[in-house]
Structures are given as structure tokens and as C-alpha cells.
């Protein structure tokens, strides 16, 4: 019993381990056999060669071991015979199931190496196709930018009349034909295909060493788009105008059958968003392990930082053009301007800026923008005063200029040193000075008044700073910004960020235009001093003092310009003075007797003469003409005004306007100047139709032997004097002025009194012809 039970259990074991591998082969030839379905036929009829007898071996196994027995003996002895039969087919079978699978693993790898190969290769010719595309579609680009800046724009300034504003068109374009000359240029310098791995390497690194060139170009050409689109609108309002360009359009370029400029001019609006998707399909086909993949994926990531940064700087001028502007708005204008929400806003501006005032609210402060508002303030006056310096220095200068001293006739012949000053003047006033003046209108006045001009556009930009800064002060708090709010805000941060980054550049740019001009105003004046001593220097053995040591020299001219600066002060003083008096006329009787009673009654030193006349606008206001005295009441009137003064006329009170009133003073009022001025006493030989004059004056007496009269020719310059010829007799009633000025005369000619110079005056013998010497 023991004998025969022991069999029991190994038809399932024999079952079990004959069978496992028996279907996994067939498993697998199975999967084998499905996925070599495009071999040769004589591989599937092995295959299938191999797969029925696998499959008949299996059949046999399983007949054998699942058959029923009713003996156990039979049963054992069956098993034993069938272990013995099974073991030398199932090893062989085994060896052949592993050669198989060897043999198909290797086919496996060997068509997934060529698959790869080829997806490789696909790769590749995909990555170089991009690349060419990139390549061919710039030289299209350039050629297209080629033909409108320079057929389309020639012919176009050949229309008569040209359009208008055509320039502004084209503005830019040639700053972004050379950047992308440039970048093709590099490209084709070391001569390379683009299937050559060294090429996109060559790619890359010629696009990222232009890249700032790139961003400088199409950034400024894509803010003068809009300008460009708004000078096209203009021209298609003229009919006749717009199809001449477009027939002029047509006939540059046929081949792309272009209708309107704009064909053309947007171009490299497009060109510069089709770098990024350009490299980045060219970075698609690349494998990463190619050398200049690191190099192709910082290329494309610097393409697309080029875009966001120009469109971040065309937001940024949109933003300063709009709040830049200069508006010259009359009231009406601003009136009609003001609706309910601008008034709220202002409103809401200006208690804010109360509260900040009063302390009642914090003010939001930025350190970093104070520094740069308290810089660019003082450039402002730095730049202000300056240009006023130099507009008062060029108004002296044109003003000396004015003074054309050659073209009067000093009687100067004989003396060397006035005749070689006039002729230094002359040639300082007519080349020297003249081209000194142009430099510096050109080079220092006009390049202010435009640094000036550009002030503007900041001072707007930081004003509205302020503004937008006041109305985000107000919702900065708020958790939840509505739609409006959440525009104020940007607003204001997209103000400030922009002065942040230009401010800066315009303060440094301002500053160095300064210290330049001060650096150019220095030379012209370097300039100035060489050609005034190259023109001194022809005059040098003429001039007096030309033999001094220079530093003699030196203190002669210092000497020499301060006597006569001081000189000048004085006559100036003294013209000034005379100017300020009133003229001086005799008094008529009537005035006279008017003057006693109003001394008499006030004192003298309240005596008044009227500069000009005076009409009455208000009560108790008095009419006076010019010349008429009347004596001070009081300074003020009966409100206190101290513009009216209450005077007395001798006839009647009332009030003048204190502003028409001047004190007289009798014995201090002097005549007008005598027409010869006084010169030094080493001049007064060089005077003309004078001689020197005598201090005493001859008094006239009734001595019949002597007639005075008039010695020359004299022209009165008011009614306060008298017109005499030389020849006519004439009588003296005073030889001296009120002052006691002895170059004065009181004479009567004609029937008219007035004053005469005393050395026009001269005696002459009764009954005689000749003239005796001058009466001084």
C-alpha cells in the first residue's frame, strides 16, 4: 500500500512542470511569430514547423498524464515509464526554446537600433530643414526691407509733390536692415552647411552677441509703428496720392504682388516674434545630447526675454508719451473738461494731499525716487540759470557789436595809438566777435534751449507720478481691488518703474551734456583769447606801453581798466542824475508869485513840482499840468492810501498822485549838460571847435566899446534854451546858471530867453568885423 500510494501525486507534479514550460514556449512563439510577420517565408514555415510539434509534444503530455487508470500499479509503472521518456525530449526542447529567444532578442534590438536610427535620422533632416528655413526666410527678409527702403522709398520722393511726412516711414528701418545684415554676415563668414553640426553653434552664438543690438533696433522701430500706421491712414485720405504709391508699390516689386506700404513696413514686426518660434523648432528636431543644445536652448530663451522686453518698452513710451504731453488748454477748454467723476477724482487727490500736509495720514515714500526728483530738480536750475547767464552774455555781446565806432570821425589823425585802437575795434567788431557769437549760439545756446525743451516730458511724468500716487495711497489697503482700482494701481507702478529705470539715464545724459558745454564754452573762449593776441600782435610795436615786461604790463592795463571803469561810473552817475531832474525853465510871473505865496504860507520845504500832467478821476482829485507847484497837506488820504497826498494848488485843496510829485529845490536845480563833456586834461587838446576853458567868467558890463555875441552855431535841444547863429548879437542876462555854473548863460536873442553854452559866446568891438577871443 505504501508502494502503490507514493505514484499518486506525481502525475500533477509531471502534469505541472511538463506543462508550465510547454506554454510559455508556445507563449512566446505566439508573440514571436506575431510580430515577425514581415520575414522572408522560410522563416515562418520554420516558425510554424517549430510551433506544431511544440503544440503535438504538449497534446501527448497531457493524453498521457490525464488518461484514467483503473489499476495503480498500471497507474506507477505508467508514470515511472513516462518520467523516463519525457526527460531527454524536455531538455533538448529547452535548449532549443533558449537559442530561439536569443536569437529573436537580438533581431528585436537589432530593428529597434534601426528604428531609432531612422527616427535619427528623420530628426535631423528636420532640424536641418528649420535651420535652413530660419536662414532663407532672413535673406527674403533683408531683400524685402531692401527694396522698400530704397526703390520704393526713391520713386516715392520722386512724386511731385512728394507725400508728406515720408521720412518718418522709414525711420529705424536701417538700424534693423544692419542688425540683420550683420547676423547673416556672421553666418556665412566660416563658410559652414547648415548640416554641419558646427553651424548651429555658430548660429546661436552669432544671434546671442547681437542680441542687445537686436532689442536696441526693433524696440524703437515698434514703438514708431503706430506713427507709421497713422502717416498711412493720412495718405488713403488722398485718393490720387494713395494710387500712386500703390502703383509705385506695385511696379518695385511684382513678384509678391504687394497693395500698400504696409506690406512692408510691418515686416519687422513680424520678424522679430518669429524668432522664437523659429529657434524653438529648430530646438524640437535637435537631440540633447547634440554639443550645442545647451547653447540652442539659452538662444531661444534669449529670443523670447527680446520680445517680452520690447514689448515691456513700448508699454513703458505709450505710458510716457500719454502723460508727457503739453497741453495749452484755455479755461473753457478745462471747463468744459470737468464732469462729476473728474471732480471726485481731484477731489479725493487734494485731501489726500491735505492729510499728507496736516500729518494725517502717512505718506508712501520711496527713497530710491526721492534721490532721483531731488537730482533732477537741481539739474533744472542748474540748466535754467545757465542758459540765462548765457543769453544775458550773448545780449552784451550783440550789443557791443551794435556800437559801430568806426563810422564816426574823431578828428584823429597823427596819433598812432587811437588810430590803431580804432582799427583793433574795427576787426574785433566786424570778424573776430561776429564768428565767436555764431560758435556760441551754435554750440553752447542752442543745444540748451533744446536740454530746456526736454525737461518738460519728466516734469509731466513726475507730476503724474504724484497724482496716480495719491489716488494709490486710497485703495492700497483695500483686500479686493475692483476692476478700476486694480487700473489705478498699474498705472501707478508702470509710472513709477519708468522713471525708476529712465530717470536715471536722463539725469547722466543731462549732466554730461553740461559739464560738455561748460568744456566747450572754455574753448571758444581759449579760441577767442588766441586770435585777439594773433590780432595784438600787428598792433604791438604801435601801442604805447608795448615794451613793458609782461607782468608790468599787465598791472598797467588792470590799472589802466579799473581808472576807467570808475570813470564811467562816475558819468553814468552824472548823466543818470541829470536825466532823473527835471528840466529847468524859467519861471513865468505868474508862476513865480504863485511859488512866494505857497513858501510863504508852507515853508519851502514843503513845496512840490508836478512831473507830469494830472487829470482827476475821483472827488476832490485836483487838475495840474506839467511844471506846477503846489505845497504837501498830508501823505496819505482819508483812508490812508499813501498813493494820494493831500495838496495845496494856491487856488484850491485836493489830491494828487504822489508818484507825479517831485521836491523842488530852488537853488539846486541845475540846466542840461553842456554838449561837451569833461575829458581829461591831458585830452583837452584833441577837443574839437573849443579851446580850453578859462574858470573866470567875464561879467558883462555897460561898457559901449563891446558887443556880445554868439561865437558858433548853437542848436536848443529844448525850450529851457535858445537857438543861436554864430554872428548874432545877443544879450546876457545871466552868466551863470542857479547853481552858480559858469558853463551856462541866460541870454536873450530875438525876443527868446534861454540858456547858451558860455564858450559859444564871445565879445566883439562896436563897429568892428572881427571877432574877439570867446566869452568864458
Known amino acids: 500500500m505504501e508502494v502503490s500510494g507514493r505514484p499518486n501525486p506525481s502525475p500533477f507534479k509531471l502534469h505541472k512542470s511538463a506543462s508550465t514550460p510547454l506554454r510559455y514556449s508556445g507563449a512566446v512563439k505566439k508573440v514571436v511569430k506575431k510580430n515577425q510577420t514581415k520575414e522572408s517565408g522560410n522563416k515562418k514555415k520554420d516558425n510554424q514547423v517549430e510551433y506544431d510539434n511544440a503544440s503535438s509534444e504538449e497534446e501527448t503530455a497531457e493524453d498521457l498524464v490525464l488518461k484514467p487508470t483503473t489499476d ?7 508514470g515511472a515509464h513516462q518520467i523516463r521518456l519525457r526527460l531527454p525530449s524536455e531538455d ?6 533558449l537559442v530561439s529567444q536569443e536569437r529573436l532578442a537580438e533581431e528585436a534590438k537589432k530593428k529597434s537600433e534601426e528604428e531609432e536610427a531612422a527616427a535619427k535620422e528623420r530628426q535631423a533632416q528636420r532640424q536641418v530643414m528649420a535651420i535652413e528655413e530660419l536662414v532663407q526666410s532672413e535673406k527674403s527678409y533683408l531683400k524685402m526691407l531692401q527694396i522698400c527702403t530704397v526703390n520704393i522709398r526713391n520713386s516715392l520722393n520722386n512724386l511731385q509733390p512728394p507725400p508728406p511726412n515720408l521720412d518718418s516711414l522709414f525711420l529705424y528701418t536701417e538700424e534693423v536692415m544692419n542688425v540683420s545684415s550683420r547676423l547673416l554676415f556672421k553666418l556665412e563668414q566660416k563658410q559652414l552647411k547648415p548640416k554641419n553640426p558646427e553651424f548651429l553653434e555658430n548660429l546661436c552664438a552669432s544671434f546671442l552677441s547681437l542680441s542687445s543690438e537686436i532689442e536696441a533696433a526693433y524696440k524703437e ?3 514708431n509703428y503706430n506713427h507709421i500706421s497713422l502717416v498711412e491712414n493720412d495718405y488713403k485720405q488722398n485718393e490720387t496720392l494713395w494710387s500712386d504709391i500703390i502703383k ?9 504682388n504687394a497693395t500698400s506700404l504696409s506690406f512692408f513696413l510691418v515686416m519687422p514686426v513680424q520678424r522679430i516674434a518669429r524668432y522664437p518660434l523659429l ?3 529648430i530646438q524640437k528636431h535637435t537631440d540633447p545630447s547634440h554639443p550645442a543644445y545647451a547653447l540652442l536652448e539659452q538662444t531661444a530663451n534669449t529670443s523670447i526675454a527680446l520680445n517680452c522686453n520690447i514689448n515691456e518698452y ?9 502723460y508727457k504731453k503739453t497741453e495749452n488748454l484755455t479755461i473753457m477748454d478745462k471747463i468744459n473738461r470737468l464732469s462729476t467723476h473728474s471732480i471726485a477724482k481731484k477731489t479725493a487727490r487734494f485731501s489726500q494731499y491735505i492729510k499728507h500736509e496736516t500729518g494725517m495720514a502717512p505718506k508712501l515714500v520711496d527713497e530710491e525716487f526721492d534721490t532721483l526728483e531731488g537730482f533732477f530738480n537741481i539739474l533744472e536750475y542748474g540748466i535754467l540759470v545757465l542758459l540765462e547767464n548765457v543769453e544775458t552774455y550773448l545780449f552784451h555781446l550783440q550789443r557791443f557789436l551794435e556800437c559801430k565806432t568806426e563810422e564816426f570821425d574823431f578828428d584823429m589823425d597823427g596819433e598812432k595809438a587811437p588810430v590803431c585802437y580804432k582799427e583793433i575795434h574795427t576787426a574785433l567788431r566786424q570778424w573776430i566777435l561776429p564768428m565767436f557769437e555764431k560758435r556760441m549760439r551754435t554750440l553752447i545756446h542752442k543745444p540748451l534751449c533744446e536740454l530746456r525743451d526736454l525737461l518738460v516730458g519728466p516734469k509731466n511724468l513726475i507730476r503724474k507720478r504724484l497724482h496716480k500716487l495719491l489716488d494709490y495711497e486710497v485703495i492700497e489697503g483695500k483686500p479686493k481691488l475692483s476692476y478700476e482700482e486694480q487700473a489705478v494701481a498699474n498705472a501707478y507702478k508702470t509710472i513709477n518703474t519708468l522713471l525708476l529705470n529712465e530717470l536715471p539715464r536722463f539725469n547722466g545724459l543731462a549732466l554730461q551734456m553740461i559739464w560738455r558745454m561748460l568744456g566747450t564754452f572754455s574753448c571758444l573762449h581759449r579760441d577767442l583769447a588766441a586770435d585777439m593776441e594773433q590780432l595784438f600782435q600787428g598792433f604791438a610795436l604801435q601801442l604805447p606801453h608795448s615794451s613793458y615786461h609782461p607782468t608790468e604790463f599787465q598791472e598797467w592795463v588792470e590799472t589802466a581798466v579799473l581808472e576807467g571803469a570808475r570813470n564811467l561810473d562816475i558819468l553814468c552817475q552824472s548823466v543818470q542824475e ?18 512866494q505865496q505857497l513858501t510863504d504860507k508852507h515853508g519851502s520845504g514843503k513845496i512840490f513840482q508836478v512831473t507830469n500832467t494830472v487829470v482827476g478821476t475821483r472827488d476832490f482829485d485836483l487838475n495840474l499840468t506839467k511844471g506846477d507847484f503846489v505845497a504837501l497837506i498830508s501823505e496819505f488820504d482819508t483812508r490812508g492810501d499813501k498813493r494820494r497826498w493831500l495838496v495845496d494848488s494856491g487856488a484850491k485843496k485836493g489830491y494828487v498822485p504822489s508818484s507825479k510829485l517831485i521836491r523842488y529845490h530852488q537853488a539846486a536845480e541845475d540846466p542840461p549838460p553842456s554838449p561837451f563833456l569833461p575829458t581829461p586834461g591831458n585830452m583837452m587838446a584833441f577837443r574839437r571847435h573849443s579851446c580850453i576853458p578859462d574858470p573866470q567868467v567875464v561879467h558883462v558890463t555897460s561898457q559901449p566899446l563891446f558887443q556880445v555875441v554868439a561865437a558858433y552855431d548853437f542848436m536848443a535841444r529844448g525850450s529851457h534854451e535858445v537857438s543861436v547863429r554864430a554872428g548874432e548879437p545877443v544879450r546876457v542876462l545871466e552868466s551863470q546858471d542857479k547853481r552858480g555854473n559858469s558853463e551856462w548863460s541866460l541870454v536873450e536873442a530875438r525876443g527868446q530867453r534861454g540858456y547858451v553854452p558860455s564858450n559859444y559866446l564871445t565879445r566883439m568891438p562896436v563897429g568892428t568885423g572881427s571877432l574877439a577871443p570867446p566869452l568864458y
Not at 495503480?72 to 505508467?78: G, Q, R, V, Y
Not at 529847468?584 to 510871473?589: A, D, F, H, R, Y
Open 221 to 223: 522701430y515698434l514703438w
Open 279 to 281: 529657434l524653438q523648432t
Open 248 to 256: 509705385v508699390v506695385k511696379s518695385a516689386a511684382p513678384e509678391v
Open 92 to 97: 533538448s526542447f529547452s535548449e532549443e526554446t
Open 72 to 78: 495503480s500499479s498500471e497507474l506507477a509503472d505508467a
Open 578 to 595: 541829470t536825466l532823473n531832474s527835471p528840466a529847468v525853465q524859467p519861471l513865468s510871473p505868474s508862476c513865480q508869485r504863485r511859488l
Open 314 to 322: 513700448k508699454r513703458f513710451r505709450e505710458v510716457a508719451d500719454k
